[in-house]
Every structure is written in C-alpha cells, then in structure tokens.
C-alpha cells in the first residue's frame, strides 16, 4: 500500500505546463432539445476535455462573448431547430470579427445533407447528423481541435 | 517590482481578451504568464471580493446571476469566477455555472470565467487566487467568487474574499449540521436560500441561535442571517445591504490591516506549495535521486520522513532572500 501511494504521489507532483481542451457547447436558437447536447458535453468530459456548458437558448453573440471570455478551442453547436443555415455562418461571422478565426466551429442536430457542404465552405469544420456515435465525436475532437499555443 | 510588460499594459487598458488569454494561461501554468502577472500586481488591490459557498444545488449560480444584476444597476462592473469540479478519473469537466447567468452575457460589465478544481481541495482551483487578481487589474468593481459547492470545508476563500457569504437551504440535514465546524465557521453574512420552502424558519432560527452562541466583543461583526428565494429575486436587495455593512466593517482600520495580511499569507503559501514541491521533485530527479528514493522506499530501505527532512533542511536558501532585503529595496513594499 504505502508503496503505490509514495509512487503515485511522486510521479503526480512534478507539475508541466499541460494545456487541457476547453470546448464551448452550446444550443442556439429556439429549440429546447438540449438531450443531445448534454449528452455530448458528458461524453467530452469523460474524454477529459474541460467543457463549458451555456444552456438553451443561445444568440450567436452570447456563444461567441462566452466563448471570448473563456478562452476556448472549439465551440460544438446542437441545432434541431431548422435555422442551421443561419446560426453557424453568423457565429463564424462573430468570430472572424472578434479575431478568433483559430477556435474550431463544428456542430451537429436535424441538418439536411444538402445543406452540409454550403456550412463547411462558409467555414463549419464538421457536421455530424443523426446516427453519429459519441465515440466518432470523441475522436474527432481529440484528432482536429489542440489547446491553443 | 517587475514592470509591466505589453500584454499587461493590454489588460489595464481593458481589453478583455487579452484578459481572458491571461486567465487561461494561469489556469494551464504557462511560465510567461506569471512574467505578466508580476507587472499587475502592484495594480491590484481595488476590487471587492465577494465569496459565495454553499452545498451543490443551494443556488449559488442563481443568486450570484442576481447579486450581479443589483450591482450592475448600482454601475458596479462585475467579475465572476465560477468554479465546478474536474472528474478525479478522466481530468475532464463540464462547467455549466454560466446557464444561470446568461442574462448578463452581452454585458460588457460582467466578464465571467468558469474554473475547473483540477484536483485541488477547499472549494477553489489553484489559480483562483491569480485570476481574481487579473479582473481586479482590469479594474472589476466586484469581484463575485462562487466556490465548488463541496460544503463543509471551505476554508480557503475566507482568506481570499472581503465578504463571504454561506447559502444554506431548508431541510439538508438537521439541526447538527448547524453546529458542526467548517464551512458554519466562515461566513459573514448567512444566506437561508428557498426561504419559500418548508423548514426555511427553523433553519434560520438554528443558524441564528448557532451564531448567539458565539462570543461578540464590543464591535465585533455578528453574521446575519438573511432569507433569500434567488429564483425570484427576493431579499437581494438586503442581501446587498448587509454586505455593504460588512465592507464599512472590514474597512475599519484594523479590520482591513488584518484582511490584507491573511490574504497575502495564502497567496504566498498557495504559490510556496506549490512550487517548492515542484522544484524539490524536480531537483531529485535532475540529480537522478528521485527513482533510487523511491526504489528504496519500495524495499523500505528509506522511509518518505526521512528523504523530505533531507530535503526540506538542505533546499531552503533563505540567505538569498535576505540579500534581496525584502521590504526595503526600490518597490514600493511599504505596506503597514
């Protein structure tokens, strides 16, 4: 016993700047579906990423000033609402304003494949619908998103 | 004193992202960070600190997002620091302290920071202290720290806050929760939240009969005891006025001297911690000490006693200290 716990002890204690991912999740919008984004907040912090959770209801400019203040990674948006088209652009608009080009902008809900490409191109780095696994989010944001510098 | 550098002199003239950078930079102990944070600090020291603690689920998130409300109508520019706990098994977290404060999203006045515990105790993350000192050098009014809500022991914010307040709620536990040490100690202003439920009475009647027992000299601050029901801001306003009361006290001469002592103890034994660990276990390993010590131990050759004696005797140069003469060299250390 005393064994492990002086070792565990000692190897813990040496401290290295080590940046830990925080992600910004977020529902935009008017829908109050907030399973799936809760769900995704749950399943990051379990991969040990420090995650921000704003609640429902969110305008653009809220996701984008918590954002600022937190000093994020990457914003993961849920939109069932139907108003994608609308939501994502605006907040890649914010954030190019606020000079925060670098925080990684990826989402997920009810958006029609048609509409995925014309997000991506406006600067959305991924879009996952329904039927995606946690694990894929899971590794697509230990792949795509690093602490800052 | 160290001077300030570029992205110090950006935070004292408000930019709010370079801010933000900052506090984050503390948070993951980037070693440049501290180089800014050296440069602030003489400019720190003007904000007033609130500390708010309490069991989880009390409605310390609510009545922070009304408190913030009153000040900011009183003009009062608002920082939060928000602390939730980081999983012991995955070092992940889910801060979720902003939902109840969305209404002050879009106000420039109120900068809110969420903090995760990262395993350290008494209801604080470890830079807590550093980043209440970024908002006061950004020049915060009030600066709202509201604790992880573990609720028995949180001792550290006493230190750290002017004015702290405990929220109690009707019906956790019985009338020996009230009596038991610890969190019951540190308050200056008690708040009984959910005063609209049941039991709400008696809580503060045991609170109130808890804090008569105590011994008041002539002068002395005698916690009150306030009924609040944040999820309809009622009793706020009193709320206010009982720490305005508390901030004529703890601005009494003595008070304040006293204050400010305490608080500079636990910014300096935190930031001691934790770096003379960091250092002697580094040192030991750079001397390739540290794997046969603990191989040793392993084998109970040696015992942890020992080797920390060792260490601790022959590791402290407090002759450096003295030839940098500490409270007399150019900076302006004269502080009663």
Known sequence: MATAKGKGAAASTPKKAARKIRILVGKPGLDGHDRGAKIIARALRDAGVEVIYTGLHQTPEMIVSAAAQEDVDGIGLSILSGAHNYLFPRVIELLRENKMGDVVLFGGGIIPDADIPKLVKKGVDRVFTPGTTIQEIVDYVNRRIQPRK | ?336
């Open chain 2, 1 to 336: 004193m160290t001077a300030v550098n570029a992205a110090g002199k950006e935070i004292l003239a408000g930019n709010t992202r370079a801010a933000a950078r900052l506090m984050r930079d503390l948070d993951d102990e980037i070693p440049a960070a501290i180089r800014t944070l050296k440069g602030l600090y003489r400019h720190t020291g003007r904000a007033y600190i609130i500390g708010v603690t309490g069991a989880p689920g009390s409605g310390k998130s609510t009545l922070v997002n009304r408190i913030t409300t009153h000040l900011r109508t009183r003009g009062k520019s608002v920082g939060i620091v928000a602390i939730d706990p980081t999983s012991p098994f995955t070092g992940g977290a889910i801060l979720g302290d902003r939902i109840r404060m969305q209404q002050h999203a879009l106000d420039e006045g109120v900068f809110i920071k969420s903090l995760a515990t990262r395993g350290h105790l008494g209801g604080l993350s470890r830079s807590t202290i550093d980043i209440v000192n970024v908002m006061d050098a950004m020049g915060k009014d009030i600066i709202l720290i509201e604790t992880v809500g573990v609720g028995q022991d949180e001792v550290e914010i006493v230190k750290v806050a002017h004015t702290n307040l405990v929220i109690v709620v009707p019906g956790l536990g019985d009338d020996i929760q009230a009596i038991k040490a610890g969190i019951l100690e540190i308050a200056d202003i008690f708040v009984v939240n959910k005063a609209d439920r049941d039991g709400a009475d008696k809580a503060q009647r045991e609170i109130e009969t808890m804090v008569s027992m105590g011994e008041y000299a002539e002068g002395d601050w005698k916690p009150p005891v306030l009924p609040t029901i944040a999820a309809t801001d009622t009793g706020t306003a009193g709320l206010l006025d009982a720490v305005d009361r508390h901030r004529e006290y703890i601005y009494q001469e003595k008070n304040l001297s006293r204050y400010l002592r305490e608080k500079a103890r636990v910014e300096l034994v935190e930031i001691l911690k934790t770096r003379l660990i960091g250092k002697a276990v580094a040192d030991l390993d750079a001397h390739g000490l540290l794997d046969p010590l603990l191989a040793d131990m392993a084998k109970k050759r040696m015992d942890p006693y020992s080797i920390s004696e060792k260490v601790v005797n022959h590791s402290f140069a407090f002759h450096l200290l003295n030839a940098g003469k500490p409270g007399s060299g150019k900076g302006r250390g004269k502080r009663r």
